[in-house]
């Protein structure tokens, strides 16, 4: 069982950065770690993600650029480094945790969930 704790979240003017962060509790080692984001009544959908060793990662096309995500494997924990936000980054973030060896981007792909935080940015 892996338990993801999501932190960081909050309230900010658009243009500013957020750090979240999202720490993993698991006897075995996971493999992937993600982000989604959710809206109230949309799909939830791919952030980003980062390989085990942190040398690969994959983001969407509305956060490229703009979004960095980290992992620390010694305390079992990722980041998600965002900045330059926007008003439409309002979402609950999700953390997201994958056993498999690719980098997937669907939900059905990752094997447990975090509880999520909120992001609210102000125009």
């Known amino acids: 069982q892996v338990q993801l704790v999501e932190s960081g979240g909050g309230l900010v003017q658009a243009g500013a950065s957020l750090r979240l962060s999202c720490a993993a509790s698991?006897?075995?080692?996971?493999?992937?770690m993600g982000w989604f984001r959710q809206a109230p009544g949309k799909e939830r959908e791919f952030v980003a993600a980062?390989?085990?060793?942190?040398?690969?990662?994959r983001y969407s096309d509305s956060v490229k650029g703009r979004f960095t995500i980290s992992r620390d494997n010694a305390k079992n924990t990722v980041y998600l480094q965002m900045n330059s936000l926007k008003p439409e980054d309002t979402d609950i973030y999700y953390c997201?945790?994958?056993?498999?060896?690719?980098?997937?981007?669907?939900?059905?792909?990752?094997?447990?969930w975090g509880q999520g935080t909120q992001v609210t940015i102000s125009s």
């Open positions: 997201a945790a994958a056993f498999g060896p690719l980098i997937p981007t669907t939900q059905a792909s990752y094997n447990y």
């Open positions: 698991a006897r075995t080692f996971v493999n992937v």
């Open positions: 980062i390989s085990r060793t942190g040398g690969n990662t």
